[in-house]
């Protein structure tokens, strides 16, 4: 929520996204390590999550694990990519 505020009033549409009751957050339990990291640990342990990002680096990093949507805004709409293929158990 920090990084998003700093950011200023171009991510104003982000920041009120994140500050919805709609959707969980959930607290990083890890100490010293990058969010990406800890984002793209967590959706490999559980891949139950959509993770909401406009970082083009985290995006390519949660594009290798299959079955995780991203959800980003662009030209201030949502867009949720479509879903990868996840493996078949």
Do not use: Q
């Not at 890890?30 to 891949?47: E, F, N, P, S």
């Amino acid at each position: 929520m920090a990084e998003l505020e700093k950011l200023g009033p171009k991510y104003r549409l982000a920041l009120r996204i994140a500050r919805d009751e709609r959707f969980e957050r959930i607290k990083c339990d890890h100490k010293g390590v990058y969010a990406d990291d800890c984002l793209v640990d967590r959706i490999m342990k559980h891949k139950i999550y959509i993770v909401a990002t406009n970082d083009r680096d985290l995006k390519r990093r949660i594009r290798k694990v299959p079955g995780v949507p991203i959800m980003s805004v662009t030209r201030g709409k949502y867009v949720i990519e479509r879903l990868p293929d996840a493996p078949e158990k």
